[in-house]
Every structure is written in C-alpha cells, then in structure tokens.
C-alpha cells in the first residue's frame, strides 16, 4: 500500500498541482534574469577582451546595437527553450518547484512558448500592471498567460482533510515498524 493511499484512508486526500502565486513566480522570474546578466556579462567582457582598443564612437554604437539584439536573442531562447522542454520551465521556475502548462495541463510547444516570451513586453509596457493581474486572477495568470492561453502551476502536493471523515477506513494501523491491515484494532498483543 502506497503512502499516500494510506494517509487517504485516514481521512486525508493528496490534492493536484496548485496554481502559482505570485510572489513565487517573481522570485523565479528574479533568479532567471540574475541568470541571463552573468551570462551576458561574460559575453561583454569577451566582447571587450577581443578588441581592446576599438573603442571610437562608431563602434561602440554598433556594439551596443548589437549587443541589445543578442541579449534579446538570448533571453528569448533561454525562456522559450526551457518553458517548451520536459522541464516545462526555467531553471528558476525549476528551482522553486513550479512550471509552465496550457490551459489544460499539458506542455506547451516551442511556438507558444515563443509567444508567451514576447507577450511579456505587452505586459511591461501597460507600466506593469500586466504582471501585476497575476496577484488578482482566479488562476493566477498574468497577461502574457492570458493572452498566450498558459497556467503557472506549483509541483507541490498539498495534503487536505477528506471531505467526509466518515468514509475513512479503520481496517489498517501502524504498528511502530509497518503499516498492518486487520479488522481488530486495537490489536490484542499490543
């Protein structure tokens, strides 16, 4: 008998993925941004390292140009890549025990990972109150989830008292050392 089947016949129920709050997903969205710096930073200093002495106005206008473009580049890719992997998200959102499913559940692909990356700039750009929403909606999706049609769930199980205590089955008790199924409890050699 597994575990959680016996905590059900006691009267509690291991319920399903809940959906992510807000604050959560923040800290995940922090430590994933944390991520992208040092990986562009390292990209800045070889950049500079490469060509030491070609700083002059016209290539440094460039570069930052460039530099923009790749940054983009590569935060697309970092959130569409992992939000679309088996992982279902992050390395952040992983960190914290939460991920990234459609509307029903299940994986998103690469496209509509895609699409929920650069939907993020909508929800900047309505001075975050995009972002914000997520604190107020009944599943806790940004506007960027709504509009990409995405859910944020927690990996945590939540163990809740069973609706009926009534149905609870007293034919199993733990004995110190294991789980034994009798329909005499208490038994007489304890």
Do not use: C
Request: net charge positive.
């Amino acid at each position: 008998m597994t575990p959680a089947s016996r905590i059900g016949t006691l009267g509690w129920v291991a319920t399903g993925p809940r959906y992510a709050s807000f604050w959560l997903r923040l800290a995940a969205y922090l430590i994933d941004l944390t991520l992208i710096y040092i990986v562009q930073g390292v990209l800045a200093v070889g950049v500079v390292m490469m060509g030491p002495h070609e700083f002059n106005v016209v290539a440094v206008f460039y570069g930052l140009i460039n530099f923009t473009l790749i940054s983009a580049a590569l935060a697309w890719a970092y959130f569409a890549l992992f939000e679309s992997s088996p992982m279902q998200g992050t390395v952040g959102k992983y960190a914290l025990g939460i991920y990234v499913t459609d509307r029903h559940g299940g994986p998103i692909g690469f496209w509509r990972a895609s699409a929920r990356y650069w939907l993020k700039l909508l929800s900047s750009l309505s001075l975050m109150v995009g972002w914000m929403i997520a604190a107020f909606t009944p599943r806790k999706q940004a506007l960027h989830d709504l509009l990409a049609g995405t859910i944020v769930l927690s990996r945590a199980d939540y163990m809740v008292p069973r609706p009926n205590a009534a149905d609870a089955s007293l034919d199993e008790y733990w004995d110190g050392r294991r789980w034994i199924i009798s329909p005499v409890l208490p038994p007489t050699e304890l």
